[in-house]
């Protein structure tokens, strides 16, 4: 099938083996650690919310690339690994509504946790119960009324440190009102691992 469709970057569509060139790979700017808000105890994100980064998150999410889940998915994996996020008892992806999921066919945050270690990461810890606006374009009140009880936890997250796992972290408002569900269900702990943010 290569000689058919030949296999190219995700990002730059350059022709080669990989899904993420060298050349866009280097164009991803480490993040790290960014200072905790709200509820979160640890915000964790990988990279830059900024040039071929915030492509990959569009690419992935809103033009459907399914090649760059893997790679951007082993990017993660790195960022757990570097920054101790091993702590935490279960791993549970931002969740999106069931319409928006059937007609993307995918959540982009449990693609992003697939490298994560299987025995910890629990996507029915948390269910979105309210069909949301994207937070795009929103001013940060009306992104804050917008999420407003819009996700569910399961009581299972009960005594239980949580970790989310999402593609990208700005104004910190969707990873904090999955907070508030998992603290209401009884989680002890809550933290964010992004794949990009801002700092």
């Not at 937070?135 to 996700?151: C, M, P």
């Not at 005594?159 to 002890?188: I, N, P």
């Amino acid at each position: 099938m290569d000689w058919v469709y030949p296999p190219k970057c995700g990002l730059c569509s350059q022709f080669g083996p990989t899904a993420i060139c060298d050349a866009c790979a280097q164009d991803f700017k480490p993040l790290g650690l960014i200072p905790p808000s709200g509820s979160l105890v640890r915000v964790v994100a990988a990279f830059h919310y900024e040039s071929r980064a915030a492509q990959a998150v569009r690419r992935l999410k809103y033009n459907r690339v399914t090649s760059l889940a893997d790679p951007l998915a082993a990017l993660v994996r790195s960022a757990y690994d570097s920054f101790d996020c091993d702590e935490f008892d279960y791993i549970a992806p931002v969740p999106i509504h069931w319409m928006r999921r059937a007609y993307r066919g995918f959540n982009q945050s449990e693609a992003l946790a697939a490298g994560l270690p299987a025995d910890k990461v629990r996507p029915e810890l948390l269910s979105r119960i309210r069909m949301t606006r994207p937070q795009v374009g929103l001013t940060r009140e009306e992104r804050v009324q917008n999420l407003l009880g819009a996700f569910a936890a399961s009581t299972h997250a009960a005594g239980k440190s949580v970790l989310l796992v999402d593609d990208v972290t700005t104004s910190g408002h969707t990873a904090e009102q999955c907070a508030v569900a998992l603290y209401g269900a009884g989680a002890t702990r809550v933290g964010l691992l992004a794949l990009t943010g801002e700092s």
